[in-house]
């Protein structure tokens, strides 16, 4: 008899007595990253889990002429069978998908894919049926210790300082109307026509930008965007051609020249304002301009601790996907997009850039979306074999540290934010950032540095988010705290 310290409750007896099925699995490998595997459960486990079934519901079962649970076994069991079916269907392939899962030699990274209605519950003999998994390919580990990497130094100037305030401070400037025609450093207010031939694709309208020489969008760029519209005056017409990228949702328009019919409805001039008193305590509470130059340079030099990370993170990657030769194909790289593209706006958010540098970006990851996706993936795979090697792991303070950045950036409470990322189910990329960055870390604390100027790059882009294809993406950034004021330079927690 077994001691009270040993003795085990009816159902974890039940759940631990549970035997194994009987499977044949045949699992064959169209490429590095897909499975295709097809599962034979045996006749005596359909069975089985009938039995099971039965004797659960036994004890229940209203049967005319009978007290609900005193109807005969077998007279229950011919009354119920069939409604039984897609009960012990689903029990039976959750636990063949997952006993199978566990006994192949791969590691899931996408859920089985499989029509449960077509697969049929045979009256006799075993079930099969079959499924699609993706999988983390099998490789080799490279060499990550002692890589020899390049870090990038630099010391911000004042007058370096002085040009990004000024940049800030046009969030909190006049705009004017204009006469006349437009100017460099001057923004448009337009309406675009997007036509393939004579079909009109998609419109903007009325949508203010900053003179500049690129224009983006999800799908294209107009090129020479400052040139095509300088000298225009209100009223006036002109005419653009763009290629469309080759990854644009619209399949027949890839790689396809369309044109763009850009009508100016208004030119403005932007005046700065002037740094009064109450200027500085409005927009977060300064004492006076030099400590919202301390805040500038903080910010850039959160911005260089950003673009540091990346450089080395692209040297990394370079060489420990040097011989990833591997298969990914482009259905599963479309998948696996937005998780990188939700990774890349929560570590830009974190990082201090402003919502324009996010939306160029993005426009950026969409038009080449299958190659970042695909040396995103390679670099994910290894940093997840060196993570379980190493067992790191995200922890709560690193979430809280996380979303605490994002807050201080988007001028919200960490609460908020924290919200938001779990209603768009983005706290799994918050992880695989958190996890990647410490993986990063181990691998430069084992690295040798030579250490290169920082060159940044010149700001030559205005972005709109918006697929001249017609395409419609979900917005990953924000909406503005501020109905019509500009973000705050010193959060909160910097003023209390």
């Not at 001691?3 to 699992?27: F, H, I, R």
């Not at 204009?178 to 009325?206: H, M, P, R, W, Y």
């Not at 990228?245 to 409805?265: F, M, P, Q, T, Y």
Request: charged fraction near 35%; glycine fraction near 4%; charge should be negative.
């Amino acid at each position: 008899m077994a001691t009270p310290d040993t003795e085990l409750a009816p159902e974890e007896a039940s759940e631990q007595e549970k035997p194994k099925l009987a499977l044949e699995v045949k699992v064959d490998t169209p490429s590095a990253c897909q499975r295709h595997v097809t599962v034979t459960v045996a006749r005596n486990d359909i069975e089985r889990y009938f039995s099971e079934a039965f004797d659960d519901l036994a004890p229940k079962a209203e049967v005319a002429g009978f007290r609900p649970g005193r109807a005969p076994r077998k007279l229950v069991e011919s009354r119920f069978r069939e409604q039984m079916a897609s009960q012990v269907k689903g029990s039976l392939l959750m636990d063949s998908v997952t006993q199978a899962s566990e006994e192949c030699d791969f590691s899931a990274i996408s859920e089985p894919d499989f029509d449960f209605e077509a697969i049929e519950l045979p009256d006799d003999g075993p079930m099969t049926f079959e499924f699609d998994i993706e999988v983390r390919p099998e490789f080799d580990m490279p060499e990550w210790k002692g890589l020899k990497l390049e870090r990038q130094e630099h010391e911000y100037s004042d007058d370096e300082v002085s040009e990004h305030l000024t940049g800030l401070l046009t969030r909190y400037g006049k705009i004017t109307s204009k006469d006349g025609a437009a100017e460099a450093g001057d923004q448009v207010t337009l309406n675009i026509a997007f036509k393939d031939g004579e079909e009109e694709l998609s419109t903007v309208e009325q949508h203010t930008v900053e003179i500049k020489p690129t224009l983006s969008f999800s799908d294209g760029n107009i090129e020479g965007f400052d040139k095509l519209v300088t000298g225009a005056s209100v009223g006036d017409h002109r005419e653009a051609k763009i290629t469309i990228s080759e990854e644009a949702e619209n399949e027949a328009l890839r790689g396809k020249e369309v044109s763009a019919d850009i009508e100016i409805r208004e030119v403005q001039h932007l005046d700065l304002p002037e740094m009064t008193p109450a200027f500085l305590d409005r927009i977060g509470g300064f004492e006076d301009e030099e400590e919202l130059r301390d805040a500038v340079r903080g910010e850039l030099e959160r911005q260089l601790t950003y673009h540091q990370q990346q450089k080395i993170r692209k040297q990394i990657t370079a060489i420990l996907t040097k011989d990833a030769k591997w298969e990914l194909p482009p259905e599963m790289l479309r998948r696996q997009g937005r998780r990188e593209m939700e990774r890349a706006v929560l570590e830009l958010r974190s990082s201090g850039f402003s919502d324009d540098v996010i939306r160029q970006h993005q426009n950026q990851l969409r038009q080449n979306s299958l190659a970042s996706t695909e040396r995103a993936l390679k670099e994910h795979f290894i940093f997840e074999r060196i993570a379980e090697e190493h067992e790191i792991d995200a922890e709560p303070s690193d979430y809280d540290a996380e979303i605490l950045l994002i807050a201080r950036q988007s001028q919200e409470s960490p609460r908020r934010v924290r919200a938001r990322l779990e209603k768009r189910g983005q706290m799994d990329a918050l992880r695989n950032q958190i996890i990647e960055r410490k993986v990063i870390e181990l691998i430069t604390d084992a690295a040798e540095f030579t250490e290169t100027p920082f060159e940044a790059e010149k700001d030559e882009t205005s972005a709109i988010d918006h697929s001249i294809t017609g395409f419609v993406h979900e917005d990953e950034i924000p909406e503005a705290k501020y109905g019509g004021d500009a973000e705050e330079l010193k959060t909160p927690d910097d003023r209390s």
